[in-house]
């Protein structure tokens, strides 16, 4: 009888997620954030830096 109650007990359970479901989001976002961090950052070197040492200085940095 135990094994009948234990069968019936894995049935009803939620199969497991896969692994590391959250952490793969996680990454993903933080991937994305700092696309757009770059992304910002080279709009404004484009705008500020105009002689080609400031553009150069500033890539360098970045």
Do not use: K, N, Y
């Not at 234990?6 to 896969?18: M, S």
């Not at 989001?25 to 700092?34: H, L, T």
């Not at 070197?45 to 150069?56: D, F, G, V």
Request: glycine share 8%; aromatic share 4%.
């Amino acid at each position: 009888m135990a094994d009948v109650e234990q069968a019936l007990v894995l049935a009803r359970a939620e199969p497991p997620g896969p692994p590391h479901r959250f952490g793969a989001a996680d990454e993903v976002r933080g991937a994305i954030g700092s696309g757009v961090d770059f992304e910002r950052r080279v709009a404004e070197i484009s705008q500020l830096c105009r002689q080609p040492a400031e553009i150069r200085t500033a890539f360098d940095a970045l």
